[in-house]
């Protein structure tokens, strides 16, 4: 292998980064400075956002996002506790969506009397 490819290969950039950067660097920027904006102190604090956001993006089972977010969290000061708590709790919204899903087929067995 390459140097080059090997090289690319152990640094290579989450799909998403790469994306945003083909789109042009205008959309790069303004996709940074827009969740420079969400993700800025508010009504709720920059530790509690970035719990959130690692909630969310455990909930979307994104691995990139979540590792990005992890960091993010840890950097705002977040504990281990805090970020296994926001784990959890995406966990559980996650579980309860797959049982919202899989009462469609309740839903279609009882439309076709299957018992």
């Known amino acids: 292998m390459s140097e080059g490819l090997s090289t690319k290969m152990s640094v290579e950039k989450p799909r998403a980064d790469r994306f945003i950067e083909a789109m042009g660097e205008g959309v790069e920027q303004a996709f940074h400075e827009l969740a420079g904006e969400i993700l800025n102190e508010g009504a709720l604090s920059a530790k509690d956002k970035s719990l959130i956001a690692l909630a969310c993006s455990v909930a979307v089972r994104c691995e990139h ?10 950097r705002a000061g977040a504990s281990r506790e805090a970020i296994l708590e926001a784990a959890g709790v995406a966990a559980l919204v996650r579980m309860g969506s797959g049982l919202n899903t899989a009462a ?12």
């Open 65 to 74: 996002c979540t590792k990005r977010h992890l960091e993010s969290a840890r």
């Open 104 to 115: 469609v087929l309740l839903d279609e067995m009882q439309e076709n009397d299957v018992d």
